[in-house]
């Protein structure tokens, strides 16, 4: 029995020696092709000049306006800042799709998929980008820079974001990225997060590689010092902060409520808010936490709820402003749509494994050494009218970028190594 364990451990070894080596490989042509980007910082305007910006509005398709007020003008400026692990993914569907639609200029990285996070953002990493230039829309994953941010967008463009409960999103981030922070491998047993938590600073170092995904993620992507602990007064000032920078925040957890406040917001219609959950996780990959073990998760977080805390209340505030009731049958329209949809669009009603998704088309990434997330099959008797939106509110992040014409080779690099050495 011990030859068979120690025969396990060597390989198990030896696979992560494998996977340190092909990340350096990735870190070198990462380097290679963000070093010029950095020599630009600072450089630049501080926003695309007024006069461009108007005759970029103009170019585009002005979405239908006919179920809106004459008062109301739909928004098609739109900063997202996509946060890790928060439903962020299907908030991108629904901005592609209307982009796309209306013909919208994206600002979009090039060559991967995120504007090399987690470095901080910068302009020059924008596909096309030159100085002076406008776009309607920037919505990848980056660590956020306003300063950078505003010189790509119109200064009537709307910012928004989306929050997750700090428990559950430090969950779900141990889970989809611990093998990727080598300070974790050593943790042994079952429940690897369980023994984290109980003693989080034998697995955790600021300066340790990867280490932002396991502590303060939300506070690291905004750009802050996710080190901070919770009662450090720069927090709240961070916090104040950021309130002057974002129009709109979204909450996971009230995520159709959340999207009648964006749609209100936007002057959008139903129809433009429509979805299908992109990336979620099946349900026996979730741990769930002792009331202990959530405790801990928080305190370690502390930044990060603080951050949740304070939007978490200037949401209901808004919700209260736009009506309960009101509220209440919009929510309730969002799903009788979106449930209509699953029936035309997904062969039997609901998402599915990995390894049961027919097209790969409609295959999720997935993370290191597993397969987690879930996707769907396209029926594939669709009435012909409806066969086109059901591709794409089923199609994935990557898939989708390719088909907006953004170039992917470092993404599908890292995507095909990791795939060939840790094959589930």
Known sequence: MSGIKGKKCAFVTRRRILWVLLTNIILVLYCLTNTSQRKNRGSQPGTCPLSVAKLLKTNVSMPSQSTKSE?????????????HKTASSTILNILFRFGEKHHLKFAFPNGRNDFFYPSPFLCSQVKDYRPGYCFNILCNHMRFDHHEVATLLPPDAVYITILR?????????????????????????????AKFLNNPQSFYSSSAFNSFYLKNLLFFDFGLDNNLEADDPRVMSDIQN??????????????DESLVLLKDTLCWTTEDILYF???????????????????????????????????????????????????EQEVKELRRRNSEMQDICIEDGGAVEARKIQDRRFQPWQPLGESSILGYNMKTNIDPKFRTICEK??????QYLSDLGVSLWLTRLWGWLKDAVFTV
Request: net charge neutral.
């Open 277 to 327: 959950k992109i990336n979620a996780r099946r349900s026996s990959s979730v741990s769930h936490l002792t009331p202990e073990l959530r405790a801990k998760a928080l305190q370690w977080n502390g930044a990060d709820w603080r951050l949740y805390q304070h939007f978490n209340a200037s949401f209901w505030a808004r919700v209260e402003v736009y009506g309960g009731d009101r509220m």
């Open 393 to 398: 509110m089923l199609t994935p992040e990557i």
């Open 242 to 255: 950021l309130s002057k920078h974002f129009h709109l925040v979204l909450f996971a957890e009230y995520f």
């Open 71 to 83: 008062e109301c003008s739909p928004k098609v400026n739109i900063m997202f800042m996509k946060t």
């Open 165 to 193: 409960d700090p428990v559950a999103l430090f969950e779900s981030s141990f889970d989809y990225y611990h093998s990727v922070v080598p300070l974790t491998w050593r943790i042994d047993g079952e429940n690897k997060l």
